[in-house]
């Protein structure tokens, strides 16, 4: 498969300039091996493995099929009881790129660079990418309008080069990138490489539920919903008649709970979790209590293809794109 060299390929030793993004419940031992193999980068999240015993194995496995990068996203707050040991099991895997998502990196960011590995935060804005860098993060995956999951509300038209005007480090794009037309746009406005999800939802190596991976093909941009009723937080998901019913705001009490100081630190991880079964139960089966995690890419998703694939589909669009510029 053909190289694309930028910074964020020769920091991690790369062919591609695309990460394989963590999702909870999708990523995988064969997305992210796969991934990986193919030039890429695999990375999935730490708690898609419970419990503990389960994440070491995983990574032990991986390890065995790929002697190429891998990434680990961490939960940094305090509703992931078990970063300590996330982090601990990832470093003596020798995992070469950490995410961290939802909190302080800080001490990701040291204990990662005693063994020489990177660490990326996700972010939204200037102000925590900043910080971040301040840090000592080696780079940020700027999270924009359009991503599935927890997207940011800026476009990535403005977030890109915003953040490429005040930082340093390298900025990865996510949000809405789901085709090589899209990372070329991404690379143009600056940014070092894309962080892909909602594209390998959609791929034959996901173990999920056969409807999930249907809805992501035929969904459009207009059937992605933003919601807090999942973790507290907006997330988007794709529109059900559950999502439909529930609505897309916390109730009132659970609103006020989470927001007021004194209950706030008990409130938001038993949200979190209430909003982690959920998430589960729909990926893993069929439920009236459908919660499908997606970006608005998927209406640019029409058919369900490998891992490799879906690489080397991105790439020769990538090329054709600038082709066509040029």
Same mark, same amino acid.
């Given at each position: 498969?053909?190289?694309?060299?930028?910074?964020?390929?020769?920091?991690?030793?790369?062919?591609?300039?695309?990460?394989?993004?963590?999702?909870? /419940?999708?990523?995988?031992?064969?997305?992210? $091996?796969?991934?990986?193999?193919?030039?890429?980068? #695999? =990375?999935?999240?730490?708690?898609?493995?419970?419990?503990?015993?389960?994440?070491?194995?995983?990574?032990?496995?991986?390890?065995?099929?790929?002697?190429?990068?891998?990434?680990? *996203?961490?939960? $940094?707050?305090?509703? *992931?009881?078990?970063?300590?040991?996330?982090?601990?099991?990832?470093?003596?895997?020798?995992?070469?790129?950490?995410?961290?998502?939802?909190?302080?990196?800080?001490?990701?960011?040291?204990? =990662?660079?005693?063994?020489?590995?990177?660490?990326?935060?996700?972010?939204?804005?200037?102000?925590?990418?900043?910080?971040? @860098?301040?840090?000592?993060?080696?780079?940020?995956?700027?999270?924009?309008?359009?991503?599935?999951?927890?997207?940011?509300?800026?476009?990535? !038209?403005?977030?890109?080069?915003?953040?490429?005007?005040? /930082?340093?480090?390298?900025?990865?794009?996510?949000?809405?990138?789901?085709?090589?037309?899209?990372?070329?746009?991404?690379?143009? !406005? #600056?940014?070092?490489?894309?962080?892909?999800?909602?594209?390998?939802?959609?791929?034959?190596?996901?173990?999920?539920?056969?409807?999930?991976?249907? =809805?992501?093909?035929?969904?459009?941009?207009?059937?992605?919903?933003?919601?807090?009723?999942?973790?507290?937080?907006?997330?988007?998901?794709?529109?059900?008649?559950?999502?439909?019913?529930?609505?897309?705001?916390?109730?009132?009490?659970?609103?006020? &709970?989470?927001?007021?100081?004194?209950?706030?630190?008990? =409130?938001?991880? &038993?949200?979190?979790?209430?909003?982690?079964?959920?998430?589960?139960?729909?990926?893993?089966?069929?439920?009236?209590?459908?919660?499908?995690?997606?970006?608005?890419?998927?209406?640019?998703?029409?058919?369900? !293809?490998?891992?490799?694939?879906?690489?080397?589909?991105?790439?020769?669009?990538? @090329?054709?794109?600038?082709?066509?510029?040029?």
């Amino acid at each position: 498969m053909k190289t694309i060299p930028t910074p964020f390929t020769k920091q991690l030793k790369i062919d591609l300039p695309i990460i394989a993004a963590p999702m909870f /419940l999708v990523s995988n031992e064969d997305i992210v $091996v796969e991934a990986s193999n193919a030039g890429a980068l #695999g =990375a999935f999240p730490a708690l898609n493995y419970r419990p503990i015993e389960q994440y070491s194995e995983a990574l032990k496995a991986m390890r065995a099929r790929t002697q190429k990068p891998i990434g680990v *996203n961490i939960i $940094v707050n305090k509703s *992931n009881t078990r970063q300590s040991e996330d982090l601990k099991y990832a470093l003596e895997a020798g995992v070469e790129l950490f995410i961290t998502s939802l909190g302080s990196p800080r001490e990701v960011i040291a204990q =990662a660079h005693k063994q020489g590995a990177k660490v990326y935060c996700d972010v939204t804005n200037l102000e925590h990418a900043l910080k971040v @860098e301040d840090m000592g993060a080696d780079g940020v995956i700027a999270v924009g309008q359009g991503a599935g999951g927890h997207a940011g509300p800026i476009s990535p !038209l403005v977030l890109i080069p915003w953040l490429k005007t005040r /930082l340093k480090i390298p900025v990865v794009a996510a949000g809405g990138i789901s085709h090589g037309a899209a990372m070329a746009a991404c690379l143009t !406005l #600056g940014a070092d490489a894309v962080s892909v999800g909602t594209r390998f939802i959609a791929c034959r190596e996901a173990r999920i539920d056969q409807a999930y991976k249907d =809805a992501v093909v035929k969904a459009t941009p207009e059937d992605i919903v933003m919601t807090s009723r999942v973790s507290g937080t907006p997330a988007a998901v794709i529109r059900t008649p559950y999502i439909d019913k529930v609505g897309t705001e916390l109730p009132w009490a659970v609103r006020r &709970l989470k927001e007021h100081k004194l209950t706030k630190k008990y =409130a938001v991880p &038993l949200i979190h979790l209430f909003g982690m079964r959920s998430l589960e139960e729909s990926a893993s089966k069929p439920s009236w209590k459908t919660v499908w995690s997606a970006g608005q890419s998927v209406g640019l998703i029409d058919e369900i !293809l490998s891992v490799r694939e879906i690489l080397q589909k991105m790439v020769r669009e990538y @090329e054709e794109a600038k082709t066509r510029l040029t």
